[in-house]
């Protein structure tokens, strides 16, 4: 419990702190196992004409809601078409949504988590009320209530599920900034003279790099369940885009006689999101504890 | 604690502030005629004129801004598009149901999650610790209408035990206050876990068994004491949250609520009732969060006597 | 006149195992307090004073720490009980006080609740008898308005009452070995001197042992009998406290005794300037070979490189040294 920390003088050089944080990771078989979901992940969305030739989305109804068999190893669904097929190539309509998702929340989030947080005053103010008022929702309301406005679809899903994001992001950001500007090191830059944007760029944001990161991971992980949930109620990607939570959605009407419909894309989801999970967690458990989300 | 209390509550006028412009411009953001999209597909002419006039669309935006405020404190939401009765009426009849089914649902995932958690923390790295945490992470994971209707699979379908849906008898409310209080129990677990670790590594916990204190008097009465407040205010953040994902369970287990009441109005394009229902949900969980605020302000006694 | 032995410490290792190997904080030390004395613990931090304090109660969590050795108390080791029969000791027999009063008080009790439950369980008093005796110790440490001050919360007191609920809560069942870690550190240098002043009189008072560690010398000057000087877990000098400021045997005591300003005295070696110790605390994982102390000591010698001192008995004292073999 208390064991002598405060002054392990070491001569151990800069760089070995990389080294044992990435041997720390390693060590971390949750966040191993995390990383390689997320590999698959990649590699299956990335590779899905090859994995699986062929057009998903043709229909067969000749062959509607056929158990799994050896030649369609997760049946078909109402439609006719194979599971799998259409499993393969949602990986890459969810991955899609979350990149976007995430570039959404950063490229507005950041900014203006710095500026809010960096600079202060009345700016500060203003964004913070603005974050506060989206913050009063839920998450996911957020998004429906942005679907609602804009409409339906694989581009407002991702500008919906973005934009409840952003918030998040901002918060993050600006803490981490203010804690960071109190420090000494800046105030001694300051006192040199250097230039507020060189501060930000230099100082501010090497240190908020590290909690964008893990927050990144997880929210990777949120912006496939969000956009699952949108499309699991007919109101996010439409049809015949083969969408994870619209199959689910879709499955739904025949749970009763063909429950492997909507049982496979949501094993789906969930391995993906495990998997940004597991890595998000490992990643706070290298960098914590100073960024304790 | 005068202080905080009073701040807090001035705290919460700017989001009201914020929730309402944000309802009053959304509509305006929408394509077209801001009357015919209130009336609906269904209005004669003469609705979307009345419609027009309670809006006063053709003054400065400022009067159909005081317009606005002045229907909401009337507790005036309009009529909805789809059945014509008032919004509030509909709302009425339906967050009832909501909140009876968020409140099961945190009570069943407290009850889980915060024993689960204590004995987490108490005993890390051990077998029952990576159970436990494993099951927190995978009910973060799982999406929660999937886990909905894989419950109605096994226990609709298969074993017959439970209704699929609908409301009526106990029977009807386990299989959503569960499904909804999983995805729940992985918050507080992990929360319940990472603040007992908190607590137990402190100093106040080594002078508590310098005194020769029993491990659980130094467990309950000194660390998880301390625990608690951030537990508690996880525990209201989530219940604000469950408002959230009721949207998704009461779909699919076809639950009467606001949630149902929502999704309804949005495919059918009900826009008063979207307005109201998105500014109810807003209301309810600042309440929420100020609720949460104060009972944090009760316990912590470094507030209560500053 | 032989004094009797309260606290007998004998070749104590205190390890730790962690990932990046197993770190040795204390290493094969003896030590031993008498009744009714002050033995002061000097050292910088990381030296295992601390540790060996926490090795007594065994308030260490075992894994990944691991203790050997002795320590006899009353003649039976503590080492070999177990832990009901320690818990039965601490706060009872033995007890302690903490460096950061703040941190180390419950922020959730109150100062009456936290002082009456050692009792209540050391004394199998009721709830109200625990607490009159809880308001009777405030009381004798000094603090102003003892029945109201019982129900108040830690963080209502300031830094220097809280030391002193902290010293009530310690001796509230009278123990007779009080390990005081750091106990002025945090406080202000005005409020210092008050404890140390009320921890005398309670000292005698209740005719408790103490072992004070510190590595403030001037407060072992003011308030202990005896010294022990501990450099990287291992005493490296021990000496009546005259003795040990008049003249210091080890190269580093030597090195402490002269970089703290002293007006106007000048000691034997005789020196007008503040001396620092070159060099730094070596870390606990990567031990210099020899004596510990060598890469750092003025008068290194070439067997220090090579072979670890022996301890050396001179006149009453001991020191861990090759220079006075």
Redo the contacts between chains.
Sequence with gaps: ????T??????RSADSQLKRNWAKLR?NKAALFGSMLILAYFITALMAPIIFPGNPSAPNLMKALERPSAAHPLGKDELGRSILGRVIYGSRVSLLIAIGVVAVGLLVGVPLGLISGYYGGKVDFGIQRVTDTLLAFPGFLLALALVSVLGVGLKNTIISVGISMVPIYIRLVRGCALSVREQTYVEAAKAVGTRNRTILFRHILPNVMIPITIQTSLGMGTAILFAAGLGFLGIGVQPPTPEWGAMLGSGRAYLFHAPHVATFPGIAIFLAVLGFNLAGDGLRDVLDPRFRL | MFQYVLKRLLSTIPVLIGISLLLFFMLRMLPGDPAQVLAGQMASPEDIKLIRQQLGLDRPIIVQYGLFLNRLAHFDLGRSARTRNPVIQEIWARLPNTVLLAVTAITLACLFGIPAGIISAVRPHTWVDYFFTSMALFGISMPVFWLGLMLVVIFSVVLKWLPAGGIGTWKHIILPSFTLAAFVVAFITRMTRASMIEALS???T?????????EK?VVV??AL??AL?PIITVVGLQFGLLLGGAVLTETVFAWPGMGRLIVDSILGRDYPVIQGAILIFGLLYILVNLCVDMIYAF????IR?? | MKQETLLSIKNLHTR?H??EGV?T?VDGINLDVYRGETLGVVG???C?K??TA?SI?R???SP?AEIQGEILFDGENLLDMNLGE???????SI??I?Q?PM???????TIGEQIS??IK??RGLTQQEAWAKAVEMLQMVQIPSPEMRAQ??P??LSGGMRQRA?IA?ALSCRPRLLLADEPTTALDVTIQAQIVDLMGRLKKEFETSIMLITHNLGLIAEMAKRVVVMYAGKVVEEALVEDLFAEPLHPYTQGLLGSIPWMGRKMKAGRKQLQEIPG???????MPEGCRFHPRCPRMMDICRKEEPPLVQKDGRRVLCWLWK
């Design positions: 419990m208390t064991e002598p405060q002054t392990w003088n070491t001569q060590r | 402190q100093d106040y080594t002078t508590a068994r310098s005194k020769g204190l029993k008097v009465k000194h004491k301390n407040i316990i912590d006694p470094r006597y500053d | 730790f962690i990932y770190v904080a910088e931090s990381g295992g601390s540790v926490l109660l308030l260490l969590a990944p320690i818990r039965q000791i601490r706060g009872n007890s302690m903490f950061e941190t180390s008080l419950n922020p959730v009790l439950e050692a369980l050391h108040e919360y963080h209502q902290m809560m730094m605390v070596p870390s606990l994982l990567e």
